[in-house]
C-alpha cells in the first residue's frame, strides 16, 4: 500500500489532519488507528465515559499507568487514553476549553514562530460549530460541535452562585483569550435535530462524515509497530492488523498523531531518541534526539468529595438506578437529561493570589463523586470539586521500557517534584473549600468525604500526596522549538530527518492554562495549512 500521507493514530489530532489533508481530491490519505471504529453508545451518550475511564475492563481505553511517583508516596498513577477513533476525545468530560491567550503568546516567546495567540485563534475558529455564541471569537461553519450543556443540574448552578457569593465573577464563556472566572463549561456536543445531546469526539465532528472519500484509507485495530526509514527519510510505517505483520508506505510525509505517550514511544522504538536509552534495547539509531520523550508536563487534580441527600445527581441507590433508566428513555428521545451530561458541569478558573497576571488553579465541578478515576465507589449520591495547578512547574518523561512495541512505555511524569506546585494546590484547595462551604451549594453538603475539618497545611499535603492524580492532560514530549534540542520546528517537522512530522499535544513547548482536547484540535488544524502549504516537499530540518 502507498500513499501520500500515512497518519499514525485516531484521536483528537488524527482524525482532524486526516479529514482536512483528504480534502485535496489528489493526495491520498491513510489513517491507522489501533483501537475500534469510536461509534458505539458508550462513546455516543456523553454519561458512557463512567463505563470508559476507570478501565475496568479496558474499553476503547490504553488505561495506561505511570511508574512510582515518590511525590505521591509512591503510588503509581493512572493514565486513561482513548484507544479508538477520535482518542480521548471520546472517553472524556467533552470540555472545551482553549486556555489563556498568554498561553500562546508563551509560546512564541521561546521560539515557537506563529504559534501566538492571534496566529491560532483563526484555528480555534475554523474548527468549531458553536451554538451558543456567534461573535469574532467564535465560529459557526466548523466540524466540532460546541455548545452549552443540554440539562445542566441544578446543583452547578449552586456552585456557580456560591462562587459569586464570594466576589468571584461569573463568566459566561471562557474561550475569549482571558477566562478568571465561574461558570458553566462548553462541551463538545451535538446540537442539531438528528444527534442532539450526543458526544460530537473529533472522528463524529470531522471524520465519519467524510469516510465515503475515495483518497481516503482507515484501517482500525491497526497497531502501528515502527516508522521505516531509507536513510534519513521516512518511507512508511510498519503495523499489525489481525495478527499480520503490514507496511503502508508514503510519498510525501509520515505524520505522527499518538499523543504525548504513544508518539514519543514510536519515535524511540524508531530510532530517533537518545542513544543511550536506544542502544541497550538494540534499536539501530536513526537520530540522536536526546529530548524525545522528556519535557512531560500534567495537571495534577485533587478531588473534593461530598455526600449529598440529593438525589438529583449521580449515585449508588434503588432510587438512583430507577432514575438512569428514565434518564436513558429521555436521553434517547431528545438528547437531554443526565446522561447528557459532561460530568464536569461547573467551571473555575481562579488566582490562589490576586497579584498574579492569570489564574493558577481550574476547578471542575462535578455531579458525583469520584474517587480514584471512578474505580473506588460509595454507596449513595454526592458531588465532587476538582482542583489543578494549570502551570506545573514539574516536569517528567516517557521512555521505553521494551523494544517491543506491544509493551507500554514508562511514563514518570515526576509529580510534584517542584515544591512550587504543592505550595499551589493548597492555595487553590483552600479556596476550593471556601466555595464549597458557602451557601447555596453548602446547603447540599451532608457531609466531606476524608476530610473531617479544617485542615493544617501539612494535613492537606498528606492528603494531596495521598490521593492526587493527573486529570489526563500530558503534553510536551516532542517539544516544538528553534533551538539545538528541540525535538519538532515551528512546522512541526521532526528535526534530523526528512518525511516526519508530530502532530499532537506532544509537541506543546508548555502546558497550557486549561484542557488540551481543543488545542489538540487546533494543532492539527493548523497543522493541515502547513502541510498543504508545503508545496516543495518535506525537507530535512537540521541544527
Known sequence: MKFDYVIVGGGSAGATLAARLSEDPDKTVCLLEAGGGGRDLVVRMPAGAVAMI????KINNWALTTVPQAGLNGRRGYQPRGRTLGGSSAINAMLYVRGHASDYDDWAALGCHGWGWKDVLPYF?????????TDDLHGTEGPLQVSAQQTPRLLTEAF???GEALQIPRRTDFNTGEHEGIGHYQVTQFHDSDKNGERCSAAAGFLFPVMDRPNLTVLTKAHVHRILFEGKRAVGVAFKKGGKRQEARVAREVILCGGAFHSPQLLQLSGIGDQADLAPLGIP?????PEVGQNLQDHLDFILSYKTKDRDNFGISLSGAAKLIQEGLRWRKDGTGMLATPFAEGAAFLKTDPKRARPDIQLHFVIGIVDDHARRLHAGHGFSCHICVLRPK???TVRLSSADPSVAPMIDPQFLANREDLDTLIAGTRLARRIMGTAPVADYVDRELYIDREPSDKELENYIRARADTIYHPVGTCRMGEDPSAVVDSQLRVIGVEGLRVVDASIMPRLIGGN??????????KAADMIRADSAGPQVVTR
Do not use: D
Open 516 to 525: 488540551t482536547n481543543a488545542p489538540t484540535i487546533m494543532i492539527a488544524e
Open 160 to 162: 456557580v452562585q456560591a
Open 54 to 57: 476507570p478501565g475496568r475492563p
Open 285 to 289: 539509531v536513526v537520530h540522536h534526539a
Open 394 to 396: 514539574s516536569t517528567g
Open 125 to 133: 475558529k475554523k474548527s468549531e460549530n458553536n451554538g451558543e455564541f
